[in-house]
């Protein structure tokens, strides 16, 4: 395993980074795009430069995989004679469904636009969509329940009533990378327990953290 630190979002670094898994691996086949932010802040009091941050951060590293990982991944080799490759963007419920998230999030039009643009090389695009996932995005929303002594109530909400861990949500990763979904481009795989599917709904920890 090669370990680069460094900004999702800024353009020399991805492009940096793909020619050094060119340089080393002489190709590249899958482009997971997992960086994120997200404020947590109604709209009142989101401003419009914590919104083009969210843009930046969210949406601009999901652009950069989008333009290095595709020409990356359509350079051909003895090993590798046809272009071809899997990136795979994390995005969020919040991109599927209005009230699930601040005004701030969303990044499932660039898989399909990328899907479309894209055409001929063999080269997938899709996104994952999240719901309730215990990682640090969500911890002031943890630790806001834990607060209040509602630990307990995560993800009640969903029809499976509990919150997800980050494991769960790395299988549906895997499926995209694989040639298990070698037949699986533009889409937008929403992973949440069920709770896109029911009635949005607000808990008293949440909208206290918000503020």
């Known amino acids: 395993v090669t370990i680069v630190k460094g900004d999702a ?3 020399s670094a991805v492009s940096s980074l793909c020619q050094k898994v060119l340089d080393e691996a002489g190709r590249l086949d899958v482009y997971y795009s997992n960086g994120g932010i997200c404020t947590w802040k109604p709209l009142a009091y989101t401003s419009f430069e914590d919104f083009m941050n969210t843009i930046k951060i969210n949406s601009g590293s999901a652009f950069l ?8 991944m359509a350079v051909t080799s003895a090993g590798k004679p046809d272009s071809g490759g899997s990136i795979i963007f994390t995005s969020s419920l919040a991109g599927m469904k209005g009230n699930g998230g601040s005004v701030d999030c969303t990044i499932n039009s660039i898989a399909m ?5 894209l055409a001929g090389q063999n080269i997938r695009v899709n996104s994952i969509c999240p719901g309730m996932i215990d990682t640090n995005m969500l911890a002031g929303v943890f630790d806001a329940y834990e607060a209040e ?3 307990n109530r995560l993800g009640w909400a969903t029809p499976l009533q509990r919150h997800a861990l980050p494991a769960e949500i790395a299988t549906t990763a895997l499926f995209l990378a694989s040639d298990d979904s070698s037949y699986v481009n533009g889409q937008s795989f929403v992973v949440d327990g069920g709770l896109g599917g029911g009635v949005p709904a607000v808990d008293e920890p949440l909208s206290k953290m918000a503020k």
């Open 65 to 72: 995989a989008l333009k290095h990982g595709s020409r990356a």
């Open 9 to 11: 979002s800024d353009d």
């Open 113 to 117: 636009t990328g899907a479309a643009q």
């Open 149 to 151: 002594g509602k630990r």
